[in-house]
């Protein structure tokens, strides 16, 4: 049983960057696969990255690779989403998801979701 909570949204101009945070809280946290996906509105829930649970394997979608940095802390559980270079097709809500199994590019695979934060990027 994992509840995360996002963290670290708000607006930034064009080439800005933020850090967004994922606080769990729950037993075993280390043992969860995390994922980071997104939402604008009308469109569908997008995959962003995702991590292993020891944190060794990172994974990216097109859109945000090299520019976009996933991490996790398992003594503090917390999970991170570095973004960087933001233009305003970033701007969504950014949800953080947990798994028992391998992390996934697919929503639907995470049986754990954080509320949201929203992140908005100006021109």
């Known amino acids: 049983q994992v509840q995360l909570v996002e963290s670290g949204g708000g607006l930034v101009q064009a080439g800005g960057s933020l850090r967004l945070s994922c606080a769990a809280s729950g037993r075993t946290f280390s043992s969860y696969s995390l994922g980071w996906f997104r939402q604008a509105p009308g469109k569908e829930r997008e995959y962003v990255a995702r991590i292993s649970w020891s944190g060794t394997n990172t994974y990216y979608a097109d859109s945000v690779k090299g520019r976009f940095t996933i991490s996790r802390d398992n003594a503090k559980n917390t999970a991170f989403l570095q973004m960087n270079s933001l233009n305003t097709e970033d701007t969504a809500i950014y949800y953080c998801?947990?798994?028992?199994?391998?992390?996934?590019?697919?929503?639907?695979?995470?049986?754990?979701w954080g509320q949201g934060t929203q992140v908005t990027v100006s021109s």
């Open positions: 998801a947990a798994r028992s199994g391998s992390s996934s590019t697919v929503y639907g695979a995470y049986k754990y």
